[in-house]
């Protein structure tokens, strides 16, 4: 058997020990936040079939799903049904239910929605669920775009209730505060505006190319906005009129009212704004929204968010101020969104959206149950990880895997280390025996490269007084305690 390269796919990681640490405490914090907004865990499987994915990203999304190619030959398959029907089309689009009937998921969103119908006897409307799996899209891979990676996810279905949206934004405002981040800006808006725009342009059956390509003002600047909306059939006109709308500064609520004159005509639009002014509406009495404080371009409430005492959270760790922000651009550009609309952006450091999501009113009514309506939201954890790595925001305490390492010099002192290994393992702290006997060099440099803080040394003199020698790694101070002060001295 020839030799093999070693080698991961492109867009693809590893991840070792220490990094999983810190992965887990951003998992276990998201968690957290979740389940103190009454949200449960589910899982779902790693592929869906292929026809349930399709068409709910649009085109663009749709390109990106990895497919799992079928078992079997399906070449010469194809081959002979293309002999018996002369209807078959031996192409991309005919050969593709004989390649691929399963894909790996793209997000979390439809695959729970693909859940509450296949489960919809079994769980209790209102739903909240809450979901912590990897995705894969096809994606050219460069900082912060992975082709693998985990999305932390917050779902509600069966409410029509404008108070989901407003915890959405509490949900962002905490969890993100709690892991450290003070500079953030949560972006909201409405598919309704958006309509409404595109109905006054006399455009509404262009809403998705028009989405699409606002959406990329912040990467393509107006000018590739422009272009590409010529492109997707709008004229010089149209743009003339959508340019103020999109291009419109000032606070949120300057900005609402702007809309509303432009809007008048629209009935969808104005109930897109309303909408907007009911999530406000309750983020005020949350009193973590104030409309009396305005900047230029976004509105920053002044007011701080009740502190969440986190007992992982890193060291001085605060709530951030909320900076929530109207933004027309913002399109999302998946084609399920109906109403509001959300993507967090960090300030700290050149990174994309780590989070996003909204309302979509008949994601369910695609695999046949109608009326049910839902909103979500996801946080992007592999942009977090880069975002809080580079910031320096991982407490010291998520760098710690093992907390007291016991030496082992001879049988005689490994025999006796064994009932203390499990006395400290009993009384909750994590503790590891090192596994053959060495010299104190070798053991004390496992345990400092792994970052161990203690160090218990048993000895001849040891095993005879029963006092345990325990060092501290970072200070290096040593001292001999009994087996209950060593406990209560490492806890």
């Known amino acids: 058997m020839a030799n093999s390269k070693a080698s991961v796919p492109k867009g693809t990681r590893d991840f070792s020990p220490a990094e999983m640490v ?3 405490y951003i998992f276990d914090t998201i968690k957290s936040v979740f389940r103190k907004y009454g949200y449960l865990e589910i899982q779902t499987p790693s592929m869906e079939n292929l026809s349930t994915l399709t068409g709910k990203y649009g085109d663009e999304g749709d390109k990106l799903i990895f497919k799992i190619l ?4 399906f070449w010469g398959e194809a081959e002979n049904k293309k002999q018996k029907a002369e209807s078959f089309e031996f192409n991309s689009k ?3 239910p004989m390649l691929s009937e399963k894909a790996l998921r793209y997000d979390l969103t439809v695959p729970f929605a693909r859940y509450v119908v296949m489960h919809q006897n079994e769980i209790t409307f209102p739903f909240k669920r809450f979901q912590v799996q990897p995705v894969w899209r096809a994606d050219r891979p460069q900082k912060g775009r992975y082709r693998e990676f985990y999305q932390c996810d917050a779902d509600m279905v069966g409410s029509e209730s404008l108070l989901n949206e407003a915890e959405f934004v509490m949900i962002y405002q905490e969890a993100l505060g709690m892991l450290g981040l003070k500079d953030f800006t949560i972006k909201i808006n409405n598919r309704k505006i958006l309509s409404g725009i595109a109905e006054i342009i006399g455009k509404p059956e262009l809403i998705v190319d028009m989405t699409v390509a606002i959406d990329k003002l912040d990467k393509i600047g107006l000018d590739g906005v422009v272009k590409e909306l010529l492109e997707r059939g709008f004229t010089s006109r149209d743009i003339e009129k959508l340019k103020p709308v999109i291009l419109s500064e000032g606070s949120n609520e300057e900005k609402l009212a702007s809309l509303k004159s432009v809007l008048t005509t629209s009935d969808t639009g104005l109930k897109g704004i309303e909408e907007i002014e009911t999530i406000l509406g309750y983020l005020e009495s949350f009193s973590v929204y104030s409309p009396q404080s305005l900047s230029s371009d976004s509105l920053s409430a002044g007011i701080q968010q009740p502190a969440t005492q986190n007992p992982s959270a890193a060291p001085g760790s605060q709530s951030a101020t909320l900076n929530l922000q109207l933004d027309i651009t913002l399109a999302r550009g998946l084609n399920y969104y109906t109403g509001a609309i959300f993507e967090v952006k960090t300030n700290e450091v050149a990174m994309g959206s780590i989070g996003g999501g909204g309302r979509y009113d008949d994601l369910t009514g695609m695999f046949g149950l109608k009326g049910l309506t839902g909103a979500g939201i996801s946080f992007g954890a592999d942009r977090i990880y880069d975002v809080m790595e580079e910031l320096q925001l991982f407490p010291e305490s998520t760098s710690e895997t093992t907390k007291v390492l016991i030496t082992n ?4 002192a490994e025999r006796y280390a064994l009932p203390v290994l499990q006395e400290l393992r009993n009384k909750g702290i994590s503790a590891e025996l090192y596994p053959t006997s060495a010299k104190m060099k070798k053991q004390l ?3 400092d490269n792994k970052k161990i803080p203690y160090v218990i ?6 095993i005879q007084s ?4 325990l060092k501290d790694m970072k200070s290096g101070v040593q001292e001999q305690l009994t087996r ?6 490492i806890k």
Do not use: C, M, P, V
């Not at 029963?466 to 020698?469: A, I, K, V």
């Not at 209950?484 to 001295?489: A, D, I, V």
């Open 22 to 24: 810190k992965r887990n």
């Open 70 to 73: 079928n078992s079997g030959d």
């Open 94 to 96: 005919g050969l593709l």
């Open 409 to 412: 010099f001879d049988a005689q």
């Open 445 to 447: 440099s496992y345990a």
């Open 457 to 462: 040394l048993i000895g001849s003199e040891e």
């Open 466 to 469: 029963g006092r345990l020698t």
């Open 484 to 489: 209950e002060e060593l406990t209560g001295k």
